[in-house]
């Protein structure tokens, strides 16, 4: 349970004095719904209102907060005219200006004689100085909280500044003093702040200096964030590696015969990966591993050798893509070397009904089906396996280990291998998930030649139709990606279909059009058209499933280069370069380049490393935003900034596995309080593993 000391953070924020429903819900749009949240919001700016002058020394531009004394009002002669306030000190006069605004409330706020702070731009009119719409106002008692530095946060349509201001000042006000979870030593090296301290710290600024990343009470809360991430991935793997698993026999006589029968040599980067999985595979703990490499690096190849060792011992092996085209695929590399080796493999997806379905569930459900390899619908209820020892699961650039850990429940302690073809820098890797093991293929097959990629300004565009004749003319096909539009299906299918009307215009009728909305059996019509060579060139929007393999695809045309992320250009152009073929990817770009725009452009013409190309697109964009993050379950943090603070995720994750080696239920002092920044930052989910130990 929540610890009492929590509680008020963990109010709804309409608690908060001043904040009803409505701007609870303007809040919980900028920062989140609870007064916890109020406090990860950070600034984003701020404004210095400590200067002060006499008004003849105020100059234009400044913000200033200035002593005067009310001298008169001036009502405006008609609609559309300000109401002036006449002010002075003993140097000289300013006009304060208001447009629209109420005269009693005017006239109660600066009743004539007495004196008035005022903060705010000064300006000049005509000679004269002037305030219009003073930001602050107040009595010389209001001196303290008017002339300070304040902090400027991030808004939202009809949202103030200044309400904002005193609702987050409120949920500091209600930030506990806890006990320290720190471990003293570092605490003391980097002499860091109590957290209460940080967080008042933070949300008070006294210079542009404060706002940085490696300012002590930013660094203290990163690092908080990073901790509490760090122990509760910990626990969570704690728990699944107490689960048993099976020990499989990695040397039985199919495993073996299915090594030497393939008619390709496993690269040096495969045989490893097989290694790790093998020697998972053989322990008796349960096996969770992600395997990442690009796109024809070979992991469906890893796959089917890994899941021989279930299959030699008697078990079974499904295989799970999130897409049926990639199902398909996976199926079609699979199925000539399981015929090979005498390995009962089926194929089975959403579309698999009546007669057939039944066949298959009937016998998987006895074992005499060793592989099956599909999409989710190898897990809805009526199928049953007789035995099923591990689980692939493909999935692409969707990640989620946690949540797909549901769907071992198929198989009593199955293992699991999950494969990604996003390659995952290892910060973001750790942030994710801490400790979970994993394996990279990180060359690509022999005999691969590496793709040409050059960059052209979008107005070459007609120059690059006789290039593509050429290539074509000497029998290669054609992959022609059409621009992203601001992220509106319709408006991708309007470019691609113009596109698509321009080329065939040029090359004829073998040219295909494919797009996110035609029906499943449409797509797979035109993709087999391709992959026979009937036709010579597919125009397609990006929503097109990332994997499909037309070896004999070598020239790769992206429209608009510059609205790609990295990541993107790099899955796109994977579908290239794969046969024997010298391979072409033209990145035809809109200039002028910004200058990310333009270091993606570069970076994509110097390497096709999967890998490198993933820490260039953390760096250039920040964790957050890398290629499919926000739906893929990494976590998404509020203070800690793995651009910036990858350092502290390191040590967080070293802290963290100290810490639990000694104390894996937290029942220590400083376990305690560790559970207490569990809470603090929400992971209850992790917390509760403790108790239910
Ligand atoms: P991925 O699943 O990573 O996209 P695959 O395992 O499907 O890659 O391999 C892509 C293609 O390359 C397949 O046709 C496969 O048979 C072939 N392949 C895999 N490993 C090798 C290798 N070591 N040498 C040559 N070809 C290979
Ligand atoms: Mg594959």
């Known amino acids: 349970m929540r610890p009492q000391v929590l509680f008020p ?18 809040i919980a749009r900028v920062a989140g719904d609870k007064i916890v949240d109020l406090l990860w919001h950070l600034p984003a700016g701020f404004v210095d209102r400590r200067a002060s002058s006499p008004v003849a020394d105020a100059e234009a531009g400044q913000i200033l907060t200035l002593t005067v004394v009310v001298g008169s009002h001036e009502k405006p002669g008609r609609r559309g005219l300000p109401w002036r306030i006449r002010c002075f000190d003993d140097s000289g006069e300013l006009t304060l200006v208001y447009f ?18 005022v903060s705010g731009q ?13 930001d602050e106002i107040g009595t010389p008692d209001d001196a303290d909280t008017i002339r300070r530095v304040e902090p400027v946060y991030p808004l939202t349509a009809g949202l103030s500044g200044r309400v904002l201001r005193k609702a987050v000042a409120a949920a500091v006000g ?6 320290e979870w720190t471990d003293a030593a570092l605490l003391s090296k980097q002499d860091w702040p109590a957290w209460q301290t940080a967080i008042k710290q933070v949300h008070t600024p006294e210079s542009a200096t404060d706002f940085a990343h490696d300012t002590r009470h930013r660094l203290r809360l990163a690092y908080d964030e990073l901790l509490a991430t760090q122990v509760a991935l910990q626990l969570l793997r704690a728990r699944t590696r107490k689960q048993k698993g099976r020990s499989f026999d990695t040397n039985t006589e199919l495993r073996q015969r299915a090594g030497t029968t393939l008619p390709f040599t496993l690269t040096s980067a495969q045989n490893q990966a097989l290694r790790e999985i093998e020697e998972d595979m053989a322990s008796p703990a349960r096996m969770l591993r992600l395997l990442q490499g690009d796109v024809g690096s070979g992991k469906t190849v890893v796959a ?15 295989l799970m893509a999130p897409t049926e085209v990639l199902a398909r695929q996976h199926f079609q590399t699979i199925r000539g070397f399981a015929e090979e080796t005498g390995v009962r493999a089926v194929l ?5 009904k009546g007669r057939v379905r039944e066949q298959i569930v009937s016998e998987l459900s006895v074992g005499e089906i060793q592989i099956a390899i599909g999409t989710h619908a190898l897990f809805s209820d009526d199928v049953v396996f007789d035995d099923l020892g591990m689980i692939v699961i493909d999935e692409q650039h969707r990640f989620g280990v946690h949540q797909r850990m549901a769907l071992s429940n198929k198989g009593s302690a199955a293992d699991v291998l999950v494969m990604t073809a996003t390659p995952i820098p290892r910060t973001l890797m750790l942030a994710a998930y801490g400790d979970l093991d994993s394996s990279r293929l990180t060359e690509k097959p022999a005999g691969r030649k590496p793709v040409d990629t050059r960059a052209l300004p979008n107005d070459k565009l007609q120059d690059v139709v006789p290039a593509l004749e050429r290539a074509i003319g000497q029998g290669a096909q054609v992959f022609w990606v059409c621009p992203l539009v601001e992220e509106s299906a319709e408006l991708d299918l309007a470019a691609a279909t113009e596109r698509f009307g321009w080329l065939q215009r040029r090359f004829g009728e073998r040219v295909g059009l494919m797009h996110g909305q035609l029906a499943a059996k449409e797509k797979d019509a035109v993709m087999s058209r391709f992959a026979a060579g009937e036709l010579d060139l597919l125009v397609s929007t990006t929503v097109i499933e990332v994997g499909v393999d037309v070896p004999n695809a070598s020239v790769m045309v992206i429209e608009h280069a510059e609205r790609f992320g990295l990541a993107q250009l790099h899955q796109l152009r994977g579908r290239i370069g794969r046969g024997d073929r010298a391979s072409t990817c033209l990145l035809l770009y809109q200039g ?12 994509m013409r110097e390497t096709e490393d999967g890998f490198r190309i993933a820490e260039e697109d953390l760096r250039l964009r920040g964790g957050g935003e890398i290629l499919g993050t926000r739906q893929s379950g990494l976590p998404r943090f509020r203070v800690a900034d793995l651009a910036h603070h990858s ?8 802290d963290a596995r100290l810490l639990l080696d000694k104390d894996p239920g937290l029942e220590s002092e400083r376990g305690q309080a560790i559970r207490t920044l569990l809470y603090l930052f929400e992971r209850d989910e992790a917390a509760r593993l403790l108790r239910s130990g």
Request: zero cysteines; a negative charge; hydrophobic letters at 45%.
């Open 304 to 318: 089917w050798l890994a899941m021989l060792n279930a299959v030699g011992g008697g078990a079974q092996a499904a």
């Open 348 to 352: 089975l997806t959403g579309r698999d």
């Open 174 to 179: 209600r930030a506990p003093d806890l006990v």
């Open 9 to 26: 953070l963990f109010e709804p924020i309409t608690k908060l004095a001043g904040i009803g429903p409505r701007l609870g819900e303007l």
């Open 592 to 603: 002028p380049l910004g200058d990310v725009a333009r270091a993606r452009i570069d970076i």
């Open 122 to 134: 000064v300006e000049d009119f005509r000679g004269s100085k002037q305030m219009v719409h003073p």
């Open 100 to 117: 629209n605004a109420k005269a009693d409330w005017l006239e109660k706020q600066f009743p004539i004689g007495e004196t008035r702070l």
């Open 647 to 654: 350092e502290l995720l390191t040590l967080a994750h070293q």
